[in-house]
Nanobody, 123 residues
């Protein structure tokens, strides 16, 4: 069973930056594709970014391209999301998710989810 714990959320002004972390335990991290999702109040959860377990290819939702960067450190079993040029519309609870081993999830198919970390961007 994989456990995921997000951290790094908080309150930031528009134009600022935050770095989210997701610490994974209880399973093999390096052979899992990973993703970040977010859910704003009154809205459905949406895909933000994903990184493959092999060659670490990355994928982004159009609205965050050029502002957010997903990365991973397999030695530390940790997933990151660097968020720059934040906008009020980025306000949401951010979740990390882990794919089944060797699977390719991208926007769907994730098997494990963290509890989320709140990101609030003030205007």
């Amino acid at each position: 069973q994989v456990q995921l714990i997000e951290s790094g959320g908080g309150l930031v002004q528009a134009g600022g930056s935050l770095r989210l972390s997701c610490a994974a335990s209880g399973g093999t991290f390096s052979t899992r594709s990973m993703g970040w999702f977010r859910q704003a109040p009154g809205k459905e959860r949406e895909f933000v970014a994903a990184i493959r377990w092999v060659v670490s290819n990355t994928y982004y939702q159009d609205s965050v391209k050029g502002r957010f960067t997903i990365s991973r450190d397999n030695a530390k079993n940790t997933l990151y999301l660097q968020m720059n040029s934040l906008k009020p519309e980025d306000t949401a609870v951010y979740y990390c998710a882990a794919c089944p081993e060797y699977a390719e999830c991208m926007r769907t198919g994730y098997a494990y989810w963290g509890q989320g970390t709140q990101v609030t961007v003030s205007s």
